[in-house]
């Protein structure tokens, strides 16, 4: 099994629908991460957490909302989808001590119609 | 404005030549800096990193140099290899990786 693993891998929804993207790790890591990727702006970030009751706001928090229901999970929720969050969205993680290092998910696809 | 930067969106090489990605970067309390490999349908993988004490770092084939007067890094893999065809991401961090600062990408083809 991945070390970080996200679901869906895939998902196509319409404009205004409630969607969630959830990510659990098995790697004991404190830190989690939400990535968003487009073509050309390489990765950018929406939210992180560094433990369970540490939630910060990335680059690009706006219309995104997260959870961070234990240290293993970290799930990613657009309330009301638009178009323009068409995306691929990445959860990382990192041990948060020394040089730190993230691991990634394979990903997310979302796509808003 | 973007912090990281790629400013080649792609690159070709022959297998077995020299492949050199680069990056630069504006923040001067950047201070950790890494070099991530992208497959399709897979999440980026860690390649190799530096921090701001060295100015060159080395594993196998890979090897990061950092030029920081000048900020820029750039990614030598030698010799280039099939396999090596993906996208690779510099990112950049102050504090030791406390956030991370992405760039575009560039996207590598090693011809046979």
């Known amino acids: 099994d991945a070390d970080v693993t996200q679901t869906p891998r895939n998902r196509i929804t319409k404009t205004g629908k409630r969607i969630m993207l959830e990510c659990s790790q098995t790697k004991g890591h404190d830190r989690m991460y939400w990535y968003r990727q487009d073509p050309g702006l390489g990765l950018r970030l929406i939210y992180y957490?560094?433990?369970?009751?540490?939630?910060n706001k990335g680059e690009i928090s706006d219309g995104y909302s997260v959870s961070r229901q234990a240290q293993a999970k970290f799930s990613l929720s657009l309330e009301s989808a638009i178009p323009n969050q068409t995306a691929l969205y990445f959860c990382?993680?990192?041990?948060?001590?020394?040089?730190?290092?993230?691991?990634f998910g394979a990903g997310s696809r979302l796509t808003v119609l | 404005d973007q912090q990281v930067k790629q400013n080649s969106p792609s690159l070709s090489v022959q297998e077995g030549r020299i492949s050199i990605l680069n990056c630069d970067y504006t923040?001067?309390?950047?201070?950790?800096f890494l070099w991530y490999k992208k497959y399709p349908a897979e999440g980026p993988t860690f390649l190799i990193s530096i921090s701001s004490i060295k100015d060159k770092n080395e594993d196998g084939r890979f090897t990061v140099f950092l030029n920081k007067s000048a900020k820029h890094l750039s990614l030598h893999i030698v010799p280039s290899q099939p396999g090596d065809s993906a996208v690779y991401f510099c990112?950049?961090?102050?504090?030791?990786?406390?956030?991370?600062?992405f760039g575009p990408g560039t996207r590598l083809s090693v011809l046979p």
């Open positions: 990112a950049a961090s102050d504090n030791y990786g406390q956030n991370f600062v």
């Open positions: 957490s560094f433990d369970v009751k540490d939630i």
């Open positions: 990382a993680t990192s041990v948060g001590i020394g040089a730190n290092v993230l691991t």
């Open positions: 923040n001067s309390m950047f201070d950790y």
